[in-house]
C-alpha cells in the first residue's frame, strides 16, 4: 500500500483549502466522487497534506486578517465592531507571547469558585441503600426512580 497522494485527490484538496470549495465541489472540480474523496480524507497522508495546506493558508493571510482587524477599528458607523476589532489585535500580540513563551513539564490545577445556588437540592452522600438514597431524594424535594 502506498502513501502517495494521487493527482485528482492533491487537486481537489488544493480546491478545498485555496479556493474555498466544499468537499462535493472540489471532488467534482478534480474530476473525482464525493465518496471518493471522502474515503481519501480518511487516509493519514491525504489528512497530512490538508493540514499542511491549511497552515499555509494560515500563515499568508494572517498579515491581510491584521489590516482588516486595524480597518474595522478604524470606522466610526459600529462602535461594538470597533471595541471587538481592538480586543482581537490586543489578543494577538499575547498569542504570539504565549507560542513564544518557555513550557515546562507538570500539572495545572485550577481552581474555580463559584457560589452555590440554594434552590439546587443536595443528595448527601452518607446514604448508602437504594431505599435510603431514594428517601433523600425525596426529601430534596427530587422525583426518585418509579
Not at 480546491?15 to 481519501?40: E, Q
Not at 448527601?124 to 437504594?130: A, L, M
Request: aromatic share 4%.
Amino acid at each position: 500500500m502506498t502513501s502517495r497522494v494521487t493527482r485528482k485527490v492533491r487537486e481537489a484538496v488544493h480546491a478545498m483549502v485555496w479556493l474555498g470549495l466544499n468537499r462535493a465541489d472540489a471532488a467534482k472540480h478534480a474530476g473525482l466522487r464525493d465518496h471518493s474523496l471522502y474515503v481519501a480524507f480518511r487516509k493519514p497522508h491525504v489528512k497530512a497534506l490538508y493540514l499542511q495546506e491549511l497552515e499555509v493558508l494560515r500563515t499568508s493571510e494572517r498579515a491581510r486578517n491584521f489590516h482588516v482587524l486595524c480597518e474595522v477599528r478604524d470606522q466610526t458607523t459600529n462602535q461594538m465592531a470597533r471595541v471587538n476589532a481592538v480586543k482581537a489585535l490586543e489578543q494577538v500580540d499575547d498569542d504570539v507571547e504565549r507560542k513564544h513563551a518557555a513550557r515546562t513539564p507538570g500539572v495545572v490545577i485550577q481552581i474555580v469558585n463559584q457560589a452555590q445556588s440554594s434552590d439546587k437540592a443536595l443528595i448527601h452522600h452518607e446514604s448508602v441503600g437504594y431505599r435510603d438514597s431514594q428517601r433523600a431524594v425525596e426529601q430534596a424535594g427530587g422525583e426518585g426512580d418509579q
